[in-house]
């Protein structure tokens, strides 16, 4: 059986930090890239941030500069450094594995985590 178990979502002040986790567990056939989205009320699921297994990585337009994403595939864990939070950043954070690309542009499968909310206050 397959997991995605998220973690280091929080409140934080504007200007501060979060990393987030997210460790896949279980057997994923291809399991090449893997991408962090986010919701937040009210609003589409939106792509955050997304890696390859060669490390290519892609960001939103919105968090560049300040998201980073980062995977160790021997622990099977993805991991986006959030800095320079901004309160347009509170949103759940979703971790996706074994998307797929088209067009360069990544597709979340089927595979996602429980979500972890993250708050930024003014």
């Known amino acids: 059986q397959v997991q995605l178990v998220e973690s280091g979502g929080g409140l934080v002040q504007a200007g501060g930090s979060l990393r987030l986790s997210c460790a896949v567990s279980g057997t994923i056939f291809n399991l090449n890239a893997m991408g962090w989205l986010r919701q937040a009320p009210g609003k589409q699921r939106e792509l955050v941030a997304d890696i390859t297994d060669s490390r290519w990585t892609h960001y939103a337009d919105s968090v560049k500069g300040r998201f980073t994403i980062s995977r160790d595939n021997a622990k099977n864990t993805v991991y986006l450094q959030m800095n320079n939070l901004k309160p347009e950043d509170t949103a759940t954070y979703y971790c996706?594995?074994?998307?797929?690309?088209?067009?360069?542009?990544?597709?979340?499968?089927?595979?996602w985590g429980q979500g972890t909310q993250v708050t930024v206050s003014s």
């Open positions: 996706n594995a074994a998307g797929t690309y088209s067009g360069g542009y990544y597709y979340p499968s089927r595979y």
